[in-house]
């Protein structure tokens, strides 16, 4: 099996969804500069409409760009996030030695398709990696990552799990799983429906997903 997490949830019609159909895992994009940024009070609402969302064993993630670890905290003690994703230009070490003394898990992004050669996987270490696009801003923005070069990643970054990112629909997801053999898939856009302006899901794409992650080879 490969798990499946569905980024960028911002209505109840959509966790909902999400809990309803055995998604493994939500982020909710703290990031104001996302198209999909929901503010902390608006996921506490979001929460309290969906309380499955938190008894029911979905992994919740907070996806925080350049924050000092000040709001970070207050998100993690608001929502009682399971893991933080971080993104930015600043070291992710911090961030991983507070989720650490938290007792919860953290993300480290890969964007673009470095030197493998290069990487070092950070300390704490991450409960998983997430390989994705380098584009402007952050997220991949629909776009595909490389494939071959994911593969490969996969390999090198073993034991650490690896997930994919990057372009991802139900129309690829087969050959995503079959072609690169990540531990897990991630979706934003690829789960929404056609020409959403917020981020807004379509539950029959993350039936999709989930399908195929359900049946697809894991690595």
């Known amino acids: ?30 990031w104001p500069g996302s198209k999909r940024y929901i503010s902390l009070q608006g996921a506490e609402q979001l929460h309290a409409a969906v309380p499955a969302a938190v008894s029911c064993g979905l992994l919740r993630v907070g996806v925080f760009v350049d924050l000092e670890l000040p709001p970070i905290i207050r998100a993690v003690t608001s929502l009682g996030l399971d893991l933080i994703q971080p993104h930015g230009d600043g ?42 696009a380098a584009v402007p801003g952050y997220g991949g923005a629909g776009r595909q990552t490389d494939w071959v070069w994911a593969a490969e990643a996969v390999e090198a970054l073993a034991p650490t799990p690896v997930w994919l990112a990057g372009g991802v ?30 981020g807004e899901k379509q539950r029959e794409a993350i039936a999709a997903l989930i399908g195929a992650c359900r049946s697809g080879a894991g690595p």
């Open 91 to 132: 070291p992710v070490e911090p961030v991983a030695e507070f989720a650490g003394d938290y007792g919860i898990g953290w993300i480290w992004v890969i964007r673009g398709t470095p030197a493998l050669a290069s990487l070092r996987v950070p300390e704490p270490r991450p409960a998983w990696i997430l390989l994705d």
């Open 169 to 198: 629909t139900p129309a690829n997801v087969a050959a995503a799983i079959s072609e690169v053999r990540p531990a897990g898939i991630d979706v934003a856009s690829g789960a929404e429906q056609p020409g959403a302006a917020r």
């Open 1 to 30: 099996m490969v798990a499946l997490k569905i980024c960028g949830v911002t209505r109840p019609e959509d966790l909902r969804a999400c809990v309803d159909l055995g998604v493994d895992a939500v982020g909710f994009n703290l």
